[in-house]
Protein backbone atom coordinates (compact mmCIF):
# COMPACT_ATOMS: atom_id res chain seq x y z
CA UNK A 1 0.00 0.00 0.00
CA UNK A 2 1.45 3.11 -0.61
CA UNK A 3 1.88 5.27 1.65
CA UNK A 4 -0.03 8.79 1.90
CA UNK A 5 0.90 11.47 -0.40
CA UNK A 6 1.86 14.65 0.10
CA UNK A 7 0.48 16.50 -2.62
CA UNK A 8 2.16 20.34 -2.51
CA UNK A 9 0.76 22.49 -5.72
CA UNK A 10 3.21 24.81 -7.15
CA UNK A 11 1.61 27.79 -6.21
CA UNK A 12 1.17 26.69 -2.50
CA UNK A 13 5.12 25.78 -2.65
CA UNK A 14 5.71 29.49 -3.82
CA UNK A 15 3.40 30.94 -1.56
CA UNK A 16 5.34 29.16 1.62
CA UNK A 17 8.78 30.00 -0.11
CA UNK A 18 7.39 33.89 0.14
CA UNK A 19 6.79 33.58 3.32
CA UNK A 20 9.49 31.75 4.52
CA UNK A 21 11.65 34.59 3.23
CA UNK A 22 9.27 37.17 3.96
CA UNK A 23 9.59 35.48 7.41
CA UNK A 24 12.54 35.69 7.93
CA UNK A 25 13.60 39.09 6.30
CA UNK A 26 10.85 41.42 7.95
CA UNK A 27 12.42 41.59 11.27
CA UNK A 28 15.97 42.35 10.08
CA UNK A 29 13.95 45.54 7.30
CA UNK A 30 11.98 46.79 10.23
CA UNK A 31 15.07 47.03 12.26
CA UNK A 32 17.56 48.81 9.72
CA UNK A 33 15.35 49.75 6.76
CA UNK A 34 15.29 53.35 7.90
CA UNK A 35 18.95 54.00 8.51
CA UNK A 36 19.98 52.31 5.73
CA UNK A 37 17.64 54.34 3.55
CA UNK A 38 18.93 57.73 5.38
CA UNK A 39 22.03 56.64 4.73
CA UNK A 40 21.90 55.53 0.84
CA UNK A 41 19.62 59.09 0.44
CA UNK A 42 22.53 61.39 2.16
CA UNK A 43 24.83 59.57 -0.41
CA UNK A 44 23.41 60.56 -3.48
CA UNK A 45 23.08 63.85 -1.96
CA UNK A 46 26.44 64.11 -1.79
CA UNK A 47 27.43 62.76 -5.36
CA UNK A 48 24.99 65.54 -6.86
CA UNK A 49 26.67 68.48 -4.67
CA UNK A 50 30.05 67.17 -5.58
CA UNK A 51 29.17 66.26 -9.68
CA UNK A 52 27.43 69.73 -9.34
CA UNK A 53 30.73 71.70 -7.81
CA UNK A 54 32.50 69.62 -10.81
CA UNK A 55 30.73 70.76 -13.80
CA UNK A 56 29.66 74.40 -13.32
CA UNK A 57 31.95 77.54 -14.88
CA UNK A 58 30.52 80.22 -12.27
CA UNK A 59 30.73 79.81 -8.48
CA UNK A 60 29.31 81.68 -5.84
CA UNK A 61 30.58 81.47 -1.75
CA UNK A 62 29.90 83.32 0.75
CA UNK A 63 32.51 84.68 3.34
CA UNK A 64 33.06 87.11 5.77
CA UNK A 65 33.26 88.19 9.75
CA UNK A 66 31.41 89.12 12.53
CA UNK A 67 31.75 90.81 16.42
CA UNK A 68 30.86 92.20 19.16
CA UNK A 69 32.73 94.45 21.98
CA UNK A 70 32.44 95.13 25.31
CA UNK A 71 34.53 97.85 26.22
CA UNK A 72 35.23 99.25 29.48
CA UNK A 73 37.45 102.36 29.49
CA UNK A 74 38.98 104.16 32.75
CA UNK A 75 37.29 107.28 32.62
CA UNK A 76 34.03 106.91 30.83
CA UNK A 77 31.00 104.27 30.86
CA UNK A 78 31.57 100.83 29.83
CA UNK A 79 29.36 99.38 26.81
CA UNK A 80 28.42 96.58 24.53
CA UNK A 81 29.66 97.96 21.57
CA UNK A 82 31.10 96.93 17.69
CA UNK A 83 28.84 95.07 16.86
CA UNK A 84 29.96 94.82 13.47
CA UNK A 85 29.11 91.83 10.45
CA UNK A 86 30.70 92.30 7.23
CA UNK A 87 29.77 89.54 4.40
CA UNK A 88 32.21 89.07 2.01
CA UNK A 89 31.00 88.04 -1.40
CA UNK A 90 33.14 85.76 -3.85
CA UNK A 91 32.07 84.79 -7.41
CA UNK A 92 33.98 83.27 -9.92
CA UNK A 93 34.02 82.70 -13.33
CA UNK A 94 36.35 79.05 -14.42
CA UNK A 95 39.34 80.19 -12.97
CA UNK A 96 40.22 83.35 -14.52
CA UNK A 97 37.83 85.98 -13.05
CA UNK A 98 36.26 86.60 -9.50
CA UNK A 99 34.65 89.36 -7.98
CA UNK A 100 35.28 90.34 -4.64
CA UNK A 101 33.08 92.29 -1.87
CA UNK A 102 32.90 93.25 1.60
CA UNK A 103 29.74 94.85 2.85
CA UNK A 104 30.58 96.49 6.52
CA UNK A 105 27.70 96.99 8.53
CA UNK A 106 27.75 98.65 11.89
CA UNK A 107 25.63 99.18 15.12
CA UNK A 108 26.30 102.96 15.50
CA UNK A 109 26.58 104.40 19.50
CA UNK A 110 22.95 105.94 18.53
CA UNK A 111 21.88 102.15 17.66
CA UNK A 112 21.20 102.68 14.22
CA UNK A 113 22.69 100.52 11.34
CA UNK A 114 25.66 102.17 9.35
CA UNK A 115 26.79 100.13 6.01
CA UNK A 116 29.69 100.83 3.59
CA UNK A 117 31.31 99.53 0.62
CA UNK A 118 34.72 98.42 2.29
CA UNK A 119 35.72 97.20 -1.32
CA UNK A 120 34.56 95.86 -4.24
CA UNK A 121 37.01 94.52 -7.39
CA UNK A 122 37.03 92.56 -10.39
CA UNK A 123 40.29 90.25 -10.70
CA UNK A 124 41.68 89.24 -13.89
CA UNK A 125 43.87 86.57 -13.66
CA UNK A 126 46.51 87.38 -16.55
CA UNK A 127 48.87 84.41 -15.69
CA UNK A 128 50.86 82.85 -12.95
CA UNK A 129 51.94 86.03 -11.68
CA UNK A 130 49.69 88.41 -12.61
CA UNK A 131 46.02 89.78 -11.24
CA UNK A 132 43.81 92.66 -12.57
CA UNK A 133 42.51 94.52 -10.13
CA UNK A 134 40.01 96.76 -11.31
CA UNK A 135 37.59 98.96 -8.18
CA UNK A 136 37.57 100.18 -4.86
CA UNK A 137 40.37 98.02 -3.49
CA UNK A 138 42.19 97.73 0.23
CA UNK A 139 45.38 100.03 0.18
CA UNK A 140 48.08 97.27 -0.57
CA UNK A 141 49.93 99.93 1.43
CA UNK A 142 51.97 97.41 4.78
CA UNK A 143 50.10 94.56 6.08
CA UNK A 144 47.75 95.45 8.52
CA UNK A 145 45.18 96.78 7.02
CA UNK A 146 45.19 94.70 3.71
CA UNK A 147 45.17 91.28 5.44
CA UNK A 148 44.74 91.68 8.91
CA UNK A 149 41.95 93.88 9.83
CA UNK A 150 39.36 91.10 10.23
CA UNK A 151 38.46 90.51 13.40
CA UNK A 152 38.55 87.15 13.48
CA UNK A 153 42.11 87.34 12.25
CA UNK A 154 43.37 90.12 13.69
CA UNK A 155 44.71 88.37 17.24
CA UNK A 156 43.85 91.36 20.03
CA UNK A 157 40.43 93.26 20.09
CA UNK A 158 41.28 96.87 18.34
CA UNK A 159 43.46 97.97 15.72
CA UNK A 160 46.85 99.24 16.69
CA UNK A 161 47.15 102.35 17.73
CA UNK A 162 47.51 104.74 14.24
CA UNK A 163 46.51 102.02 12.15
CA UNK A 164 42.53 102.97 12.31
CA UNK A 165 40.05 105.01 10.21
CA UNK A 166 41.76 108.85 9.60
CA UNK A 167 45.08 108.32 11.07
CA UNK A 168 48.18 107.05 9.59
CA UNK A 169 47.56 104.70 6.90
CA UNK A 170 45.78 104.68 3.58
CA UNK A 171 43.06 102.64 4.06
CA UNK A 172 41.52 101.83 0.67
CA UNK A 173 41.78 103.76 -2.52
CA UNK A 174 39.43 103.30 -6.34
CA UNK A 175 41.57 102.59 -9.07
CA UNK A 176 43.45 99.77 -10.76
CA UNK A 177 46.63 96.91 -8.79
CA UNK A 178 48.46 94.41 -11.06
CA UNK A 179 49.21 92.27 -8.12
CA UNK A 180 50.89 88.71 -8.21
CA UNK A 181 53.30 86.46 -6.51
CA UNK A 182 56.73 85.52 -8.23
CA UNK A 183 59.07 82.48 -7.75
CA UNK A 184 62.38 83.48 -7.30
CA UNK A 185 64.55 80.21 -6.65
CA UNK A 186 63.83 78.77 -3.60
CA UNK A 187 62.10 82.22 -1.99
CA UNK A 188 59.44 84.08 -3.42
CA UNK A 189 58.43 87.52 -3.71
CA UNK A 190 55.15 89.15 -4.19
CA UNK A 191 54.03 92.79 -5.70
CA UNK A 192 51.13 95.11 -6.03
CA UNK A 193 51.66 98.69 -7.91
CA UNK A 194 48.33 100.63 -8.28
CA UNK A 195 47.31 104.22 -9.63
CA UNK A 196 44.21 105.40 -8.23
CA UNK A 197 42.42 108.95 -7.00
CA UNK A 198 43.88 109.48 -3.86
CA UNK A 199 42.90 110.97 -0.31
CA UNK A 200 41.24 114.01 0.75
CA UNK A 201 41.80 116.41 2.98
CA UNK A 202 39.12 116.70 5.80
CA UNK A 203 38.85 119.68 8.42
CA UNK A 204 37.94 120.07 12.27
CA UNK A 205 34.87 120.69 13.02
CA UNK A 206 36.17 124.45 13.65
CA UNK A 207 36.82 124.44 10.15
CA UNK A 208 40.64 126.31 10.42
CA UNK A 209 43.08 123.04 10.85
CA UNK A 210 43.34 119.77 8.43
CA UNK A 211 42.11 117.00 10.56
CA UNK A 212 42.86 113.79 8.71
CA UNK A 213 43.57 112.19 5.13
CA UNK A 214 40.48 110.72 4.13
CA UNK A 215 41.84 107.46 2.86
CA UNK A 216 38.11 105.22 2.75
CA UNK A 217 38.43 105.23 -1.00
CA UNK A 218 37.15 108.41 -3.03
CA UNK A 219 34.54 107.80 -5.72
CA UNK A 220 36.50 110.96 -7.62
CA UNK A 221 39.43 112.77 -8.20
CA UNK A 222 39.71 115.68 -6.14
CA UNK A 223 42.67 116.71 -8.18
CA UNK A 224 42.75 115.14 -11.70
CA UNK A 225 46.32 113.89 -10.09
CA UNK A 226 46.15 110.42 -9.39
CA UNK A 227 48.24 108.82 -7.11
CA UNK A 228 50.57 105.74 -7.43
CA UNK A 229 52.11 103.25 -5.20
CA UNK A 230 52.85 99.59 -4.55
CA UNK A 231 54.25 97.24 -2.15
CA UNK A 232 56.69 94.48 -2.46
CA UNK A 233 57.43 91.50 -0.43
CA UNK A 234 59.97 89.26 -0.08
CA UNK A 235 59.79 85.55 1.38
CA UNK A 236 63.76 85.11 1.99
CA UNK A 237 62.47 81.72 4.15
CA UNK A 238 59.16 80.30 4.10
CA UNK A 239 57.56 81.77 7.04
CA UNK A 240 59.29 85.34 6.85
CA UNK A 241 58.20 88.04 4.85
CA UNK A 242 59.66 91.42 4.90
CA UNK A 243 57.80 94.52 2.89
CA UNK A 244 58.44 97.72 1.15
CA UNK A 245 55.43 100.24 0.57
CA UNK A 246 55.09 103.57 -1.18
CA UNK A 247 52.56 105.81 -2.47
CA UNK A 248 52.72 109.49 -4.01
CA UNK A 249 50.33 111.79 -5.17
CA UNK A 250 48.63 114.95 -4.44
CA UNK A 251 45.96 115.57 -2.20
CA UNK A 252 43.16 118.69 -1.60
CA UNK A 253 39.83 119.28 -0.30
CA UNK A 254 36.20 120.44 -0.64
CA UNK A 255 34.79 123.48 -0.04
CA UNK A 256 37.82 126.27 1.27
CA UNK A 257 40.58 123.59 1.21
CA UNK A 258 40.03 122.72 -2.70
CA UNK A 259 41.37 127.03 -2.94
CA UNK A 260 44.02 125.91 -1.09
CA UNK A 261 46.00 123.85 -4.45
CA UNK A 262 47.07 120.34 -4.62
CA UNK A 263 49.96 119.49 -1.66
CA UNK A 264 52.22 116.25 -2.16
CA UNK A 265 51.45 113.39 -0.92
CA UNK A 266 53.79 110.48 0.41
CA UNK A 267 53.30 107.34 2.05
CA UNK A 268 55.93 105.16 2.98
CA UNK A 269 55.92 101.68 5.06
CA UNK A 270 57.86 98.72 6.03
CA UNK A 271 56.26 95.59 7.77
CA UNK A 272 57.49 92.38 8.43
CA UNK A 273 55.95 88.90 9.76
CA UNK A 274 57.69 85.73 11.41
CA UNK A 275 56.35 82.21 12.71
CA UNK A 276 58.90 80.85 14.32
CA UNK A 277 58.93 78.20 17.04
CA UNK A 278 55.57 78.51 17.82
CA UNK A 279 55.29 82.26 17.67
CA UNK A 280 53.82 84.69 15.96
CA UNK A 281 55.82 87.98 15.59
CA UNK A 282 54.74 90.90 13.26
CA UNK A 283 55.37 94.84 12.67
CA UNK A 284 55.07 97.76 11.11
CA UNK A 285 55.83 101.28 10.24
CA UNK A 286 54.00 103.92 8.32
CA UNK A 287 54.97 107.17 7.94
CA UNK A 288 52.31 109.40 5.96
CA UNK A 289 53.51 113.61 4.80
CA UNK A 290 51.72 116.40 3.43
CA UNK A 291 53.47 118.88 1.99
CA UNK A 292 52.73 122.89 2.62
CA UNK A 293 50.02 124.60 0.75
CA UNK A 294 51.47 125.91 -2.59
CA UNK A 295 48.78 129.00 -1.66
CA UNK A 296 48.11 130.63 1.65
CA UNK A 297 45.08 129.19 2.84
CA UNK A 298 43.75 127.19 5.50
CA UNK A 299 46.47 125.24 7.54
CA UNK A 300 49.22 125.38 5.05
CA UNK A 301 51.98 123.94 6.67
CA UNK A 302 53.83 120.97 6.43
CA UNK A 303 51.84 117.74 8.21
CA UNK A 304 53.35 114.14 9.01
CA UNK A 305 51.01 111.14 10.78
CA UNK A 306 53.47 108.35 12.05
CA UNK A 307 52.62 104.81 13.80
CA UNK A 308 54.18 101.85 14.14
CA UNK A 309 53.74 98.38 15.92
CA UNK A 310 55.35 95.36 17.12
CA UNK A 311 53.26 91.94 18.30
CA UNK A 312 53.81 88.55 19.91
CA UNK A 313 51.69 86.24 20.01
CA UNK A 314 51.87 82.61 21.15
CA UNK A 315 49.82 79.85 20.93
CA UNK A 316 49.96 77.43 24.28
CA UNK A 317 51.09 73.99 23.36
CA UNK A 318 48.14 71.68 23.05
CA UNK A 319 45.71 73.80 24.63
CA UNK A 320 43.04 76.67 22.92
CA UNK A 321 44.82 79.60 24.92
CA UNK A 322 46.80 82.42 22.39
CA UNK A 323 48.98 85.34 24.78
CA UNK A 324 49.12 88.33 22.71
CA UNK A 325 51.29 91.14 23.28
CA UNK A 326 51.54 94.43 21.16
CA UNK A 327 53.58 97.56 21.89
CA UNK A 328 52.89 100.92 19.39
CA UNK A 329 52.90 104.33 18.69
CA UNK A 330 51.12 107.05 17.02
CA UNK A 331 52.37 110.96 16.54
CA UNK A 332 49.71 113.00 14.26
CA UNK A 333 50.35 116.78 13.10
CA UNK A 334 49.63 117.83 16.75
CA UNK A 335 53.32 116.26 17.79
CA UNK A 336 51.47 114.72 20.81
CA UNK A 337 52.57 111.35 21.03
CA UNK A 338 50.62 108.37 22.31
CA UNK A 339 52.30 104.78 23.40
CA UNK A 340 50.27 101.84 23.61
CA UNK A 341 51.00 98.54 25.59
CA UNK A 342 48.46 96.26 24.76
CA UNK A 343 48.63 92.36 26.40
CA UNK A 344 45.97 90.10 25.73
CA UNK A 345 44.82 86.67 26.59
CA UNK A 346 42.44 84.64 23.83
CA UNK A 347 40.23 81.34 23.62
CA UNK A 348 39.42 79.52 20.39
CA UNK A 349 36.37 78.06 20.21
CA UNK A 350 37.65 76.95 16.48
CA UNK A 351 40.17 78.40 14.06
CA UNK A 352 37.80 81.02 13.13
CA UNK A 353 35.81 81.68 16.67
CA UNK A 354 37.58 83.74 19.12
CA UNK A 355 37.17 85.32 22.30
CA UNK A 356 39.54 88.08 23.07
CA UNK A 357 40.26 89.75 26.07
CA UNK A 358 42.79 92.26 26.39
CA UNK A 359 43.58 95.81 28.21
CA UNK A 360 45.55 98.79 26.25
CA UNK A 361 47.65 101.05 28.20
CA UNK A 362 47.28 104.11 26.38
CA UNK A 363 50.32 106.76 27.24
CA UNK A 364 49.72 109.92 25.79
CA UNK A 365 51.64 113.19 26.44
CA UNK A 366 50.21 115.79 28.44
CA UNK A 367 47.05 113.61 28.78
CA UNK A 368 45.61 111.98 31.80
CA UNK A 369 45.71 108.03 30.98
CA UNK A 370 42.80 106.31 29.37
CA UNK A 371 43.48 102.87 29.56
CA UNK A 372 40.43 100.20 28.92
CA UNK A 373 39.70 96.88 29.26
CA UNK A 374 38.58 94.71 25.65
CA UNK A 375 36.55 91.86 25.13
CA UNK A 376 35.61 90.64 21.61
CA UNK A 377 33.62 87.77 20.58
CA UNK A 378 34.70 87.09 16.84
CA UNK A 379 33.68 84.98 14.54
CA UNK A 380 35.16 84.04 10.85
CA UNK A 381 32.84 82.37 8.09
CA UNK B 1 60.39 116.05 -7.88
CA UNK B 2 57.92 115.27 -5.82
CA UNK B 3 55.42 116.85 -8.16
CA UNK B 4 56.72 115.29 -11.13
CA UNK B 5 57.02 111.64 -9.88
CA UNK B 6 52.99 112.13 -9.38
CA UNK B 7 53.03 113.79 -13.26
CA UNK B 8 54.45 110.37 -14.09
CA UNK B 9 51.00 108.49 -13.15
CA UNK B 10 49.27 108.96 -16.36
CA UNK B 11 52.54 107.57 -18.14
CA UNK B 12 52.72 104.86 -15.57
CA UNK B 13 49.46 104.01 -16.07
CA UNK B 14 49.61 103.65 -19.87
CA UNK B 15 53.03 101.41 -19.82
CA UNK B 16 51.02 98.99 -16.83
CA UNK B 17 48.17 99.28 -19.42
CA UNK B 18 50.20 98.17 -22.39
CA UNK B 19 52.16 95.67 -20.13
CA UNK B 20 48.84 94.00 -19.28
CA UNK B 21 47.33 93.80 -22.77
CA UNK B 22 50.45 92.76 -24.44
CA UNK B 23 52.21 90.56 -22.37
CA UNK B 24 49.11 88.99 -20.60
CA UNK B 25 47.70 87.13 -23.41
CA UNK B 26 51.02 86.31 -25.07
CA UNK B 27 51.98 84.59 -21.74
CA UNK B 28 48.18 82.80 -21.81
CA UNK B 29 48.69 81.64 -25.21
CA UNK B 30 52.17 80.15 -24.22
CA UNK B 31 50.62 78.59 -20.44
CA UNK B 32 48.08 76.43 -22.63
CA UNK B 33 46.32 74.56 -20.05
CA UNK B 34 48.43 74.81 -16.21
CA UNK B 35 49.95 72.46 -15.09
CA UNK B 36 47.74 70.51 -12.14
CA UNK B 37 48.36 70.82 -8.87
CA UNK B 38 50.65 68.99 -6.77
CA UNK B 39 48.90 68.00 -3.13
CA UNK B 40 52.06 67.05 -1.63
CA UNK B 41 53.81 70.29 -2.62
CA UNK B 42 50.21 72.32 -1.74
CA UNK B 43 50.54 70.71 1.66
CA UNK B 44 53.61 72.23 2.46
CA UNK B 45 53.02 76.03 0.89
CA UNK B 46 49.21 76.25 2.32
CA UNK B 47 51.32 75.25 6.13
CA UNK B 48 53.84 78.12 5.33
CA UNK B 49 51.85 80.37 4.31
CA UNK B 50 47.91 80.34 5.36
CA UNK B 51 49.16 81.02 9.08
CA UNK B 52 51.08 83.84 8.09
CA UNK B 53 47.84 85.81 8.24
CA UNK B 54 45.15 83.57 10.57
CA UNK B 55 44.30 80.68 12.02
CA UNK B 56 44.52 77.50 9.74
CA UNK B 57 41.17 76.20 8.65
CA UNK B 58 40.11 73.03 8.15
CA UNK B 59 40.03 71.46 4.62
CA UNK B 60 36.61 69.57 5.58
CA UNK B 61 35.18 73.05 6.19
CA UNK B 62 34.41 73.56 2.74
CA UNK B 63 33.72 71.70 -0.68
CA UNK B 64 35.68 71.91 -3.68
CA UNK B 65 33.82 74.31 -5.27
CA UNK B 66 34.01 76.65 -2.60
CA UNK B 67 37.69 75.91 -1.87
CA UNK B 68 38.39 77.09 -5.54
CA UNK B 69 36.32 80.21 -4.76
CA UNK B 70 38.44 81.02 -1.67
CA UNK B 71 41.77 80.05 -2.59
CA UNK B 72 41.41 82.32 -5.94
CA UNK B 73 40.66 84.87 -3.19
CA UNK B 74 43.80 84.13 -0.96
CA UNK B 75 46.04 84.08 -3.61
CA UNK B 76 44.71 87.40 -4.42
CA UNK B 77 45.51 88.71 -0.56
CA UNK B 78 48.35 86.79 0.21
CA UNK B 79 50.44 86.95 -3.06
CA UNK B 80 50.56 83.60 -4.22
CA UNK B 81 51.42 82.47 -7.42
CA UNK B 82 49.59 80.45 -9.72
CA UNK B 83 51.28 77.43 -9.07
CA UNK B 84 50.85 78.16 -5.24
CA UNK B 85 47.62 78.08 -5.88
CA UNK B 86 46.65 75.06 -8.00
CA UNK B 87 48.93 73.03 -5.37
CA UNK B 88 47.28 74.13 -2.15
CA UNK B 89 43.64 73.50 -4.20
CA UNK B 90 44.51 70.47 -4.89
CA UNK B 91 45.84 69.34 -1.42
CA UNK B 92 42.43 71.28 0.01
CA UNK B 93 40.14 69.37 -2.40
CA UNK B 94 42.28 65.92 -1.32
CA UNK B 95 41.44 66.04 2.46
CA UNK B 96 38.38 67.28 2.40
Known sequence: MAGPRYFISRKHALAWAMGAVLGWTAPVWAQGDEPWKAEIEALRREIRQAAEGKEVDSRFHLAGYASVDYVDPQTGNSSFTGVTFNPIFHYSYKDWLLLDAEIG??????????????????????NDSMI?????????????????????????????IGFDHGQAVPLADVGLQLTGGIALGATRANYAIYTANGPMLELNAAGDEIEEIGTEGQGSDMNDDKVIGGRVGWLPLPRLEVGVSFATGKASGEGALGETGNRDYDVVDVDFSWQVAG??????????????????????????????YTQAAYRLPGTNWEAVLRYGGYEPPTGVETRQWTPGINYLFAAHVIAKLAYEFNDTDGVEDDDRLLLQIAYGF | ???????????????????VTVLAPQALAEQGTPPAGDPARGAKVWADNCSRCHNMRDPREFTDGQWQVIVTHMRLRGGFTGQDARDILAFLQASN
Request: charged residues 20%; proline residues 7%; without cysteine.
Open chain 1, 105 to 126: TQLSSEGETETSLEYMTANLVL
Open chain 1, 279 to 308: FDLRGEYTKTELGESPAAGIDPAEKEWTAW
Open chain 1, 132 to 160: LVAGRFLSPIGMFRRNIHPSWVNKLPSAP
Open chain 2, 1 to 19: MKTRISSLAPTALGVGALL
